[in-house]
């Protein structure tokens, strides 16, 4: 019985009671699921933000983890609500990319939400109380995915490899800022040991290189910028015990040369 | 055993461990308790913005539920603590208007919360922990209200109709602004029904007009301003994928006048 | 089985996902833990405002329960990683003074945990996930302390008393200022009854002084500044009803003369 766990990752906010409604329909349907909140700090409709945090965390939970994610500028229109399957869990939500990571690394299969089956009186604004954690119960409950889903193959995916412009030179992108400031690039560490390991990569900053890649924070002073492997395998751009994105004034979006 | 839930809400925010010393008194108190944080977010002393929030969530809870409130900016002073029945939950909390809607929108009884019976030595600035939470466990372990409590009958409430000020004309008022910059009126699908639901409205702003109430954000262009009825029942102006509050340069408490 | 609970303290912010990630791994262990959030908004890096906190929410929950932290600036260098063990809790986190209080208030018995046994493969920068959450794991299943630590016994600690600088003169400290803008002293009620509970005491502020300290914020009009003990025996500078330390232009460390 215990055991059973939804996670939420939405960019609602708390203060409006948004997420408390999510929270009383799913204890409604099922007084005993572990609700887990991930994040509702996710910036208004920032799909990106959102897909690159699911990333992080939806494999280090337990086998039948249904992870339900709301960032969905698009509700009320004509956009697709999805369930997506794969060996171990159950994601919920739009179909607008918050899942890009999840068609990158995972095999899966997708399902169109039929709504009108789900709640044929759901609010045109909010299907994160009204469909989605509707779909959530049902999945924990075992109901048979054909009564309420039909089959789906074009998923909305922003996920973008690294692109080499050279024998030995790479163009990579800031994919993520995370809350530290570290700048997540498009690369990584099985991109590196897919091109042999080079060691001496080079990474061009508008002020001068970044030579090597560090194994930590420790082999760097305090202020001192360095690339490393974040935790989750992707070449980051840090600054030791400070903001990397601030100091060196980039973006997400931006580009960086890599010399191999 | 399973099933018993409590929720939080305050502005304390987290980083100060004060809601983190109310989880621990309620699971000192039932370890097995679901205890769910609804927002800690809400602005300091903003009772209205707590207000409004309870309404969006507390009706979705499984019966028995005890929802907590504290914001609280009377702590210390004579104003009442007060325990408010209603059929399906107990509410907690100031006697401040932070239940303004409850009182509007069901049958209810309230109690004034003798603080002595609960706690002779509680922090005069603490009575999330010290008298609330203590009451909440009271509640759930189904002790007389009768041992701690006194009947209570005038309440504390901010809660506001629109007005009719000319056969075709209404005033309304901002009651909300929310995660989003959406405003939220006092004027509800239940007022527009009495009304005969007329079609043709016109809600005057500062540079034009907003014709008619649209079901849902997909009628409109990206960053249209337009209205609709928010998933409590609510009119609210919204821009689509935008933030209304901030384009229009609205606050609380403005008004608006509604042709209908 | 019911019963076990784990409380997480982090600078994360949860918009990367990288706290969801601890908590899968926790549910993962064991998927009938409570998993308690106290907060993901201490400031990036300030070890003194997780201490803080610590402080106030750790003395509230059951007997057992593992508190873990991490506010870890010098993760991946050689910074130990500590358990700490009281008569009733187990703290876990990194040795940069997050439990500076415990160390003062507590009788404790301190533990260095041993990375290699607990995971060769750790992450250089994530040792929230990989070392202290499977920590906790292993100190709520039970397991021998000696498997997987050895003993330790040279803490990091900022804690620091009141300065006694005249007979009648104390200098007390700024060591926290909170959610509200309260201004917490290093000077305690314990400590004020070991003066004697001198009743005419006297706080010089940069214009004029603060007279006595009262029971609670209802003795002062609204707006106005006074000391008072805060929920947890700190003596607190508070503004009713409004921020103190913008008020006032103070900030953390400051001193303040008071004449008893």
């Given at each position: 019985?215990a055991g059973k ?23 409604s349907?099922?007084?005993t ?5 991930i ?8 799909v ?6 699911l ?8 086998k ?7 960032v ?10 999805l ?8 994601f ?12 990158e690394?995972?095999?899966?299969k ?8 789900i709640?044929?009186d ?8 009204d ?18 889903t039909t089959?789906?193959?074009?998923f909305e995916?922003f ?5 080499q412009?050279g ?8 994919i ?10 498009n ?12 060691e ?10 970044l030579?090597?890649i ?7 002073r ?5 690339a490393?492997?974040d ?8 600054q ?17 040369v890599?010399?191999?």
């Amino acid at each position: 019985m215990a055991g059973k766990i939804v996670t939420l990752l939405t960019d609602f906010g708390t203060e409006d009671g948004y997420v408390g409604a999510m929270k009383g329909v799913l204890l409604s349907g099922d007084a005993t699921l572990q609700v887990v909140d991930i994040s509702h700090q996710i910036r208004p409709f920032d799909v990106r933000q959102a897909a690159f945090a699911l990333y992080n965390y939806y494999r280090f939970f337990p086998k039948g983890t249904v992870h339900i994610v709301v960032v969905d500028p698009g509700v009320g229109t004509e956009r697709t609500g999805l369930v997506v399957r794969t060996a171990d869990y159950y994601f919920v939500g739009p179909d607008n990319g918050v899942f890009s990571f999840i068609y990158e690394y995972e095999v899966f299969k997708g399902f169109r939400i039929e709504e009108k089956k789900i709640n044929p009186d759901a609010s045109a604004t909010f299907h994160g109380r009204d469909i989605f954690v509707p779909v959530a119960l049902k999945l924990l409950a075992g109901e048979d995915l054909a009564t309420f889903t039909t089959p789906y193959a074009r998923f909305e995916s922003f996920y973008e490899k690294y692109r080499q412009t050279g024998a030995k030179e790479l163009r990579l992108k800031v994919i993520h800022i995370d809350h530290f400031g570290n700048l997540v690039l498009n690369f990584t560490r099985q991109d590196w040991e897919q091109l042999g390991k080079p060691e001496g990569v080079k990474i061009r900053l508008k002020r001068g290189f970044l030579y090597g890649i560090q194994r930590t924070f420790g082999e760097a002073r305090k202020g001192q910028i360095l690339a490393l492997w974040d935790s989750s395998g992707f070449l980051q751009i840090s600054q030791n015990q400070g903001n990397a994105a601030r100091m060196l004034e980039m973006n997400i979006g931006d580009e960086l040369v890599m010399e191999i």
